[in-house]
């Protein structure tokens, strides 16, 4: 695959902490942290996308590049990073939220000049794991893996997934929620999308009254994901929060169409994309 041609434009516009940790934490004031996946000695492959593949720019794959699909051994130009947000959860202000088991690679660029963010789910801990550990177990990981496509293929707006791997690690998880935490096999999936960027990313930034960094999330979702927006001055802004209610309402509209129903709508898992 062309692991080679990611890059991480948001890391390089944006405050961040550099420093690697992932000691959980608040991170005031910036919109994300540089750190590392867990890496797994006994990774394998389960499932790999080659039609998306080949959509988004990565080309075919070969052996070699499950290291990466698991967050292995990654080439010097994969800096990877969690991000910061924040979110109202049922009802209330829930504050510092962020990636807690997800980590980004960054994006891909296609011949057709069409962004893809490029994203692990279950590689491990960040500072925004909040006491948990950052993986991801089998069941949940084919979930993801088959109703991402499943959507995609009904016509729903959605992220989708690259691959599918075990870990080779077990993961102690209460699946039922009665009190008996059981081993599960681990797993990571390797999600994408035109932008993870969510509603939660700017309630934080506003909530920490960094009016400037506010300002220029906006114009960069703006200049990056509503190219149709050409107002100027406040209009542009007041376009881009119009353009945002119309996409999340055509979304709910494609969930009751095909009988979908999302159960943890907070605005921290609500994309300004679709």
């Given at each position: 695959m062309n692991i080679e041609q990611i890059k991480q434009p948001f890391t390089d516009i944006f405050p961040g902490d550099f420093s690697d940790n992932p000691m959980q934490r608040n991170t005031p004031k910036v919109l994300f942290a540089t750190v590392k996946p867990a890496g797994f000695n006994a990774p394998k492959l389960i499932a790999f996308n080659p039609d998306l593949a080949e959509e988004i720019g990565l080309g075919p794959y070969e052996e070699k590049d499950l290291d990466f699909l698991v967050g292995n051994h990654l080439p010097e130009n994969v800096k990877t990073y969690a991000?910061?947000?924040?979110?109202?959860?049922?009802?209330?202000?829930?504050?510092?939220?962020?990636?807690?088991?997800?980590?980004?690679a960054g994006e891909i660029i296609n011949k057709d000049g069409k962004k893809t963010e490029i994203q692990w789910k279950g590689s491990g801990a960040t500072p925004y794991s909040r006491?948990?550990?950052?993986?991801?177990?089998?069941?949940s990981s084919v979930r993801e893996y088959l109703m991402s496509e499943a959507m995609y293929h009904l016509g729903v707006?959605?992220?989708?997934?690259?691959?599918?791997?075990?870990?080779?690690?077990?993961?102690?998880?209460?699946?039922?929620?009665?009190?008996?935490?059981?081993?599960?096999?681990?797993?990571?999936?390797?999600?994408?999308?035109?932008?993870?960027l969510r509603f939660g990313h700017f309630e934080l930034i506003s909530a920490q009254q960094e009016y400037k960094t506010l300002q220029d999330l906006a114009d960069f979702t703006i200049k990056n994901y509503y190219p149709e927006i050409t107002a100027d001055g406040i209009d542009k802004y007041k376009q881009f929060f119009e353009n945002i209610c119309t996409r999340t309402a055509n979304l709910m509209t494609e969930w009751f169409r095909v009988g979908f129903v999302h159960g943890v709508m907070n605005t921290d898992n609500m994309s300004v994309w679709d």
């Open positions: 991000t910061a947000y924040a979110g109202h959860q049922f009802g209330n202000w829930a504050g510092q939220l962020g990636d807690g088991r997800a980590i980004l006491h948990a550990d950052g993986r991801a177990v089998l069941r707006p959605t992220t989708r997934a690259l691959s599918l791997a075990f870990t080779g690690e077990d993961v102690v998880r209460d699946m039922m929620y009665n009190g008996n935490p059981q081993l599960e096999k681990g797993a990571v999936v390797i999600r994408t999308a035109e932008s993870f």
